[in-house]
């Protein structure tokens, strides 16, 4: 495929590439390099054919959802199974050779508890009426002060002070 020529990556073929480098996780700077033209290249032909902005689109959803699965995941909490595996020697069924095989000698299941920083980085995203650290009150109604020396004027201010 010749680098740079719009009409190659509006191929199958050429979208596949396309699809797949930003699966990959590749950004948009580096999905223009590996195709030959500069990123603002990428960004007119974008905007010009829907089929290149579709395939780019498409491998990016596939990254973003598993990035999402992970973080709730890590947010919750999970268990897995740590296995070890070992080589040791058993005798063939067959042939009653002693052979060397690799077998699971232990299997422990663990848990992570979940993480803080991402249930906090969770919440603030998929919640923000709720999680933000700015929440925005608003107020109606009047405030009323009651102010006993709101009519005197600044000579019978002045006078109080004096006095006192």
Do not use: C
Not at 90 to 109: F, L, S
């Amino acid at each position: 495929m010749a680098k740079g020529k719009y009409h190659d990556w509006l191929t199958p073929e050429g979208l596949l590439k396309l699809e797949g480098w930003a699966r990959d996780g590749l950004i948009d700077e580096q999905i223009a390099l590996n195709m030959g033209v500069k990123r603002q290249t990428l960004y007119d032909w974008k905007n010009k054919f829907p089929d290149i902005s579709d395939a780019l689109k498409k491998g990016k959803e596939v990254v973003d959802r598993a990035v999402e699965n992970a973080l709730l995941k890590r947010a919750l909490g999970y268990q897995y199974d740590e296995v070890t595996k070992e080589a040791v020697k058993q005798q063939d069924d067959e042939t009653g050779e002693w052979v060397t095989v690799i077998a699971e000698t232990k299997r422990v299941t663990k848990e992570v508890q979940g993480d803080t920083t991402a249930q906090i980085f969770w919440l603030k995203n998929r919640r923000p009426d709720k999680w933000r650290d700015k929440q925005e009150v608003q107020h109606s109604g009047s405030v009323d002060v009651n102010n006993p020396y709101a009519d005197l004027t600044t000579d019978e201010l002045r006078k109080l002070i004096d006095s006192g």
